[in-house]
């Protein structure tokens, strides 16, 4: 994905089918025609050196909780890395989806 920064415009160019098909996700999701639109906001940090990921959340998105059809074999908390949300899991619980990922244990 191509990135351009003109002042305060910022421009996505993708640059194959799934870049395009996330960028679509993300419009559909931050922006909202009848309303107001939707701010992203930074988590963390963003050093390449270190993590070359950069972290927003989308201000406005319920936080429902979403599970994948993989259990915990344990009990264990597991941590989004994305947004910081965690869960403390019993043995064979179903392990959660957020911000589009399975949760990971950190215990």
Request: charged share 30%.
């Amino acid at each position: 994905m191509k990135i351009h920064i003109d002042k305060s415009v910022v421009e996505f160019l993708p640059e194959n089918e799934q870049e395009t098909a996330s960028l679509e996700t993300l419009w559909r999701v931050v922006v909202d025609c009848a309303a107001d639109n939707k701010r992203l906001t930074a988590i963390g940090e963003y050093i390449p050196s270190k993590e070359n990921l950069a972290r927003f959340h989308i201000e406005g998105v319920s936080g429902r909780t979403v599970f994948s059809e993989e259990k915990a074999v344990e009990a264990c908390t597991v941590i989004c890395t994305t947004c910081n949300k965690y869960m403390q899991l019993k043995g064979g619980d179903a392990i959660p989806l957020c911000c589009g990922r399975s949760m990971e244990r950190v215990d």
